[in-house]
């Protein structure tokens, strides 16, 4: 008998950054990777890149993907046509763009980084379903903890300067209320933080210019260390088997991974005849970070809130985040990887959780892409 065919993942934005090292990373595990980007001939070079890095593997560069455009996105879909798809990362996304909106006068920054990847992943579900147990995963960021999301119509249309932080925060409520239906028919869904890693995304900001282009050089992470992250997030176990390195790295909260491996161990099923998962385990939607990026005081904390005394903590609470952000590369490259190398499940940020919000914002997307509420 011959090796089984290999698992299928798309990965958007797959031609620069973090999503081409992660492209690389899931070849070089014996994936069959579509590249999934605006512009084919800037992925058809990252395939031949790829291709030469792991001689063998199985790279293709997929339809052009234009998230701002919800026809490419369907077109795309098209040309995915009945192959199967075990894995789909929601990794493009834009910051510092100039402002517009979209026909149905969405912001462009939301279009791309969360309307656009909403449309992609519900299109695909049904492939996703047939090749359960099958997973997406979103890339969000540190920067969701910033924020305090406003009302879903509000957030789609408005560019406002938390627009980017926002977009990272809708991430996380997608894929929670993703992995709330999905998750009982075998498609699991997680969000990860990649860390700081010096890209194209901070081109034409501040961090573009010196002297913060010097410390973004010297502090972050290359794209090829951040993609560790997402790559942790793609291929880790799930449901998670039953031992001690379960416990310390499965996907959840530490308290939930222990109630679930509880239920394993007296051999009952986690998922309970209605579908839904038991105990506080019953979501198991995991959020996953890196080195410092993971640490109590970034993950215990919150800097999001409303008012003047939300302004405030927030300030202190970047403070925090940007000194972790400066030191984590750093630590984890001084010590060969010996610290801060883990990526582990911890809690997103509180307003991540609420599942009114995100549920309102799934009814108000599903009615802008024309999609119904249930599929
Ligand atoms: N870098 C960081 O420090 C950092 C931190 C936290 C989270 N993240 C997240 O990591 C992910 C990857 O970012 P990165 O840093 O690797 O950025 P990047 O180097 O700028 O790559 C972004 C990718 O998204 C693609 N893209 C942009 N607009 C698109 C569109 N309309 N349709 C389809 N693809 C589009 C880009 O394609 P083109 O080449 O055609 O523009 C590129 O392939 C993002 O989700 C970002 O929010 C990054």
Redesign the pocket.
Request: neutral net charge; aromatic residues 2%; contains cysteine.
């Given at each position: 008998m011959g090796d089984p065919p290999a698992k299928t993942a798309i990965v958007?934005?797959?031609?620069?950054?973090?999503?081409r090292e992660v492209a690389q990373g899931l070849v070089a595990r014996g994936w069959r990777v579509i590249l999934a980007?605006?512009?084919t001939r800037?992925a058809g070079r990252a395939a031949e890149d790829i291709a030469r890095e792991a001689p063998g593997g199985a790279v293709e560069v997929g339809p052009a993907?234009?998230?701002?455009d919800n026809g490419s996105v369907r077109n795309f879909v098209k040309g995915i046509g009945d192959r199967p798809v075990h894995l789909l990362v929601n990794?493009?996304?834009?910051?510092f763009v100039p402002k517009w909106h979209t026909e149905d006068g969405v912001a462009g920054m939301v279009q791309?980084?969360y309307l656009?990847p909403y449309l992609l992943t519900r299109l695909l579900a049904p492939s996703l379903r047939a090749c359960a147990p099958s997973r997406v995963v979103h890339?969000?960021?540190?920067?969701h903890r910033l924020t305090h999301m406003p009302r879903p119509a509000a957030f789609l249309s408005t560019w406002s300067p938390s627009c980017y932080a926002n977009t990272?925060l809708a991430n996380i409520l997608f894929a929670n209320e993703f992995h709330r239906r999905e998750g009982p028919l075998g498609v699991h869904s997680c969000a990860v933080?990649?860390?700081?890693?010096r890209?194209?995304?901070y081109a034409g900001s501040i961090y573009a210019r010196p002297p913060l282009s010097w410390a973004v050089d010297l502090l972050?992470a290359p794209?090829s260390d951040?993609a560790q992250a997402v790559l942790h997030a793609a291929t880790c176990d799930w449901p998670p088997t039953i031992g001690r390195d379960s416990l310390e790295h499965g996907p959840g909260t530490r308290s939930e991974r222990r109630e679930l491996l509880q239920i394993l161990r007296k051999g009952q099923s986690p998922v309970g005849q209605s579908g839904s998962r038991r105990g506080s385990a019953s979501n198991g939607f995991s959020f996953y970070a890196r080195g410092l990026f993971a640490s109590p005081l970034v993950t215990r904390w919150g800097g999001g809130g409303e008012g003047w005394q939300g302004a405030a903590w927030g300030a202190v609470y970047a403070l925090v985040l940007a000194l972790h952000a400066a030191m984590d590369y750093p630590i984890r490259r001084m010590s060969g990887g010996r610290w801060g190398g883990g990526t582990r499940a911890v809690p997103a940020a509180p307003q991540a959780g609420d599942a009114r919000l995100a549920l309102e914002l799934w009814n108000s997307s599903a009615e802008i892409v024309g999609l119904p509420r249930h599929s």
């Open positions: 958007t934005g797959a031609n620069a950054g973090i999503g980007c605006r512009d800037a993907l234009d998230l701002a990794n493009a996304a834009v910051n791309v980084n656009g890339v969000s960021s540190v920067m990272k933080d990649p860390g700081g890693v890209t194209r995304i972050f794209p951040g």
